[in-house]
């Protein structure tokens, strides 16, 4: 049977989105707030950039992240979608976690960049592929973005660190206190020179 070229891009649009859920490991991560918002900026600081045409030049337009007013306030915050956390232990559905920021986000960027164009199709589908295809490739599902916990320093590393400092700076005027003395030499031989 024939298909239509709808219908045929529809359907090579369906089997990108295989590939992409596919792509997912069996198990995915419980994504945090921190970890949403983090991956939600820098997704959108990769892909959502786009040239468009400004008088007789090429411009750059980039998209920015949804922001809210924290209410009550005067400051404004990140939106992070609720259905991104998989704070419920439902890690592995597309309606939650890091499938769905994946998706929600390559909707912005698509949108972005080709407004006015249907929703779901190939090239939506083809931008939410190389976004999964970047997270799993930059360590995000193995928490990369998480945030890195400082432990206090023990007594004996805060003064090994103090050590470090006063060596360092012990150093530094030492050889300005050398330089200083052949300065003095080379003008005290000048006037001696001189006179
Ligand atoms: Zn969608």
Redesign the pocket.
Known sequence: MKQTIHKEIQSAGHKVYGQVNRMWPDELPILEKIEAERAYKRLINKFGSKKIRYYDKWINRKLKVYRIRKRGTKTWKTEVRKCWLSLNGDTNSLSKGWRRLV??VS?YVYDFRFPNSR??NIA?AKIEQEMAQFVIDSGWLEGKLKPIIKQPLTKDEKKSKKLLNYEKLLKKWESKMSLANTKVKIYKRRIKNLK
């Open positions: 998706h929600d909707h929703d779901h939506q």
